[in-house]
Structure formats: C-alpha cells, structure tokens
T-cell receptor, first 112, second 112 residues
Framework: QKEVEQDPGPLSVPEGAIVSLNCTYS??????FMWYRQYSRKGPELLMY????GNKEDGRFTAQVDKSSKYISLFIRDSQPSDSATYLC????????????FGSGTRLSIRP | NAGVTQTPKFQVLKTGQSMTLQCAQD?????MSWYRQDPGMGLRLIHY???????DQGEVPNGYNVSRSTTEDFPLRLLSAAPSQTSVYFC???????????FGSGTRLTVV
C-alpha cells in the first residue's frame, strides 16, 4: 500500500464549478501537507501549504486537513480553464531531514 | 534570479551509457532533492541532501549517485543507464525540507 493515495482522475468540470480534490494517507506522523499544481510538460509549483489539522484559504483555493481521518482536500471555487492541470498532494513528517512524499496526482480539466 | 536550473532538458542514452544530470539553484537553499516522475506513479524521491556534504537515499536510489560539494549544485549521476530509467527527472530545492520545494523544469530522459 502506498503511503499517499490520490485518485488519478481525469476529472472534468464546467467553468465556474467548485472542484474538490482529495488524498488519503497512512502515516500518522505526517504533519506538513502541501498541494502542487503541474501544467503539462512543466515542473510542479507549490500552491498551498498547511501544518497539522485545519483549513487554509488563499483566494479561490482552500486546503483542508483532517488528521483524525488521514484525509486532506483542496477546494477550488469559481474554477477557470486556466486551472486545468494535474494537482499533486504531498506531505512530510516534519523532522529536520524529512522527506516529502507525493501522491500520484489528479488530472483536472475545466470546460469553458 | 533563475530559481532551479536543470540541464539538459532532453537526453537520449543507449543502454549501459553513463551521464550526469545537472541541477543548480541560486536561492541559497539548504535542502535539495531529485525526483523521477512516471505515468501513474507520481513523483518518487531518488536522493536528497540537507546541506553541502550531506546526502541520503530516497525511495528509488538504485542506479543513481549524488554528491553535494556546494550549496548551489546537486548533480545526479546515472551509472549504467537502463530502459527502466526512462523518465522525467525533476530537481527541487527548499529553505527547509518541510516547507515545500521549488522545482526545476525537468529533464526528459529516454534510454534505448
């Protein structure tokens, strides 16, 4: 079993819809949770970063962490065609030499 | 400010050949990592470094070597290329391993 599981999609929604992307994990030591966005043939870029449980909002993006369920989510409001990309969740345990483990990514397409 | 620079962008190798993928960052980041990305597998950690002179293995280190003689550079060496090493390779750097990485644009490697 992988430490981090993510539905690969693809997920296709109409412009303006609310998008929900999710990951589950098995390692209860994970404390730092990240979402990356990757456009085709580009490197991943950090989108959201959260520590421990709770919510974090940045513009149209909201990240949620539920450590009791080992479940994290990314919500995109008022989705735009420019949001079409692959979204990767990532997490680490938080030691000084910690390693970041990535999910396999969800491919998202926003239809105009 | 160039960020993370990877060279070359594309490379074709014959089985058994060796080569070095270059990675340089100008942000004075202590943490650097190498990932490979394969379809459906997400990003898998090959090797990482928490500072000059310090390296450690990730999830898939076999067939690869690294060294970190300076803060800026973190080259990845393929010792004897195999078709299984056909992949997209990303180098990334961070102030601290838990705070998310800045990624390079990737090297697309094909081994025939």
């Amino acid at each position: 079993q992988k430490e981090v599981e993510q539905d690969p999609g693809p997920l296709s929604v109409p412009e303006g819809a609310i998008v929900s992307l999710n990951c589950t994990y098995s390692n209860s030591a994970f404390q730092y949770f990240m979402w990356y966005r990757q456009y085709s043939r580009k490197g991943p870029e950090l989108l959201m970063y959260t520590y421990s449980s709770g919510n974090k909002e940045d513009g149209r993006f909201t990240a949620q962490v539920d450590k009791s369920s080992k479940y994290i989510s990314l919500f995109i409001r008022d989705s735009q065609p420019s949001d079409s990309a692959t979204y990767l969740c990532a997490m680490s345990a938080g030691s000084s030499a910690s390693k970041i483990i990535f999910g396999s990514g969800t491919r998202l397409s926003i239809r105009p | 400010n160039a960020g993370v620079t990877q060279t070359p962008k594309f490379q074709v190798l014959k089985t058994g050949q060796s080569m070095t993928l270059q990675c340089a960052q100008d942000m004075n980041h202590e943490y650097m990592s190498w990932y490979r990305q394969d379809p459906g597998m997400g990003l898998r950690l090959i090797h990482y470094s928490v500072g000059a002179g310090i390296t450690d293995q990730g999830e898939v280190p076999n067939g690869y070597n690294v060294s970190r003689s300076t803060t800026e550079d973190f080259p990845l060496r393929l010792l004897s290329a195999a078709p299984s090493q056909t992949s997209v390779y990303f180098c990334a750097s961070s102030y601290g391993g838990d705070y998310g990485y800045t990624f390079g644009s990737g090297t697309r490697l094909t081994v025939v």
